[in-house]
T-cell receptor
Framework: ETGVTQSPTHLIKTRGQQVTLRCSSQ?????VSWYQQALGQGPQFIFQ???????GRGNFPPRFSGLQFPNYSSELNVNALELDDSALYLC????????????FGPGTRLTVL | AQSVTQLDSQVPVFEEAPVELRCNYS??????LFWYVQYPNQGLQLLLK??????LVKGINGFEAEFNKSQTSFHLRKPSVHISDTAEYFC?????????????FGKGTMLLVSP
């Protein structure tokens, strides 16, 4: 059974650019959630995808968007990057959209200069 | 929406001493609670979870936590810590929404174990 994987591990962008982060869910899991973890903070929920549809969203602007593919892998896209977008982005997968336990990937460290 | 308070941002402790990391959550009809550990430059690893049943929950690496509904607490304990336990620890509560479930995290507690 493979765990949650994310790519790339690190990324450096400049303000105003766009970025795409990728996540492969754990085998058998159909739900993917994305979290942003700013330095010194706990992770904050961005949104969740279930069967290729966004079914829940936290307090993040529309320039944060996502996709989920038929194999349940997912992408997080951020447009018009701002300095405050610098953070660790964590992907988590779960068996179903209402299932409480989530399994996290290693994260992607995004630095915006 | 749920909220989680981790009362200590940093807990220094000597190796082989006991430790307790405190966590309080906002009350709810039903609650599911988790403790995650994060080592430097890594993602989150599940230590233990409370979904139902016994209020004393045992997890990996010798950690345990006790769910106390009346005090809305879920404190994490270990009777004897090792240097390798040095990490950031996050308490989280499952937030139930219409059609989906998310995790709400505390700000974390840095456990610093010294020889």
């Amino acid at each position: 059974e493979t765990g949650v994987t994310q790519s790339p591990t690190h990324l450096i962008k400049t303000r105003g650019q766009q970025v795409t982060l990728r996540c492969s869910s754990q085998s058998g899991h159909n739900t993917v959630s994305w979290y942003q973890q700013a330095l010194g903070q706990g992770p904050q929920f961005i949104f969740q995808y279930y069967r290729e549809e966004e079914n829940g969203r936290g307090n993040f602007p529309p320039r944060f968007s996502g996709l989920q593919f038929p194999n349940y892998s997912s992408e997080l896209n951020v447009n018009a990057l701002e300095l405050d977008d610098s953070a660790l982005y964590l992907c988590a997968s779960s068996l179903e959209q209402t299932y409480n336990e989530q399994f996290f990937g290693p994260g992607t460290r995004l630095t915006v200069l | 929406a749920q909220s989680v308070t981790q009362l200590d941002s940093q807990v220094p402790v000597f190796e082989e001493a006991p430790v307790e990391l405190r966590c309080n959550y906002s009350s709810s009809v039903s609650v599911y609670l988790f403790w995650y550990v994060q080592y430097p430059n890594q993602g989150l690893q599940l230590l233990l979870k409370y979904l139902s049943g016994s209020t004393l929950v045992k997890g990996i690496n010798g950690f345990e936590a006790e769910f106390n509904k009346s005090q809305t607490s879920f404190h994490l304990r270990k009777p004897s810590v090792h240097i390798s336990d040095t990490a950031e620890y996050f308490c989280a509560v499952s937030d139930q929404h219409a059609g989906y479930s998310t995790l709400t995290f505390g700000k974390g507690t840095m456990l610093l174990v010294s020889p």
